[in-house]
């Protein structure tokens, strides 16, 4: 890789100290909240409002102290709330009364 460039946060690639940490390799189930945001990705996808790049690029681009801070799909749901709210789908407020319904 170009050591001229310098690499996004995300990009941990070839970077010691990940290289070092052993990789859990055993299987694992999904949490109801992991099922729950992978089917919206999914209905998403299905009805073309939001692309499998849209995801990705809006992941890379969360701030490095929450990219590296959230789950993987902690930071899926940042990235599909992120797309629609710059799509229009819903507004901020809208958001904030549905995260505080009981």
Known sequence: MDQEK????????GIAK???????IEPHGL???????????QILGAKKIMSTDE??????????DQYLRLSYYRKWIRSITDNLLAKGVFTEAELRAALEEP
């Open 6 to 13: 310098p690499r996004a946060h995300h990009d941990m690639g």
């Open 55 to 64: 995801l990705r690029r809006a992941i890379e681009a969360i701030p490095e």
């Open 18 to 24: 990940f290289m070092c940490e052993p990789v859990d």
């Open 31 to 41: 949490t109801e909240f992991d099922k729950t945001v992978d089917a919206i990705r």
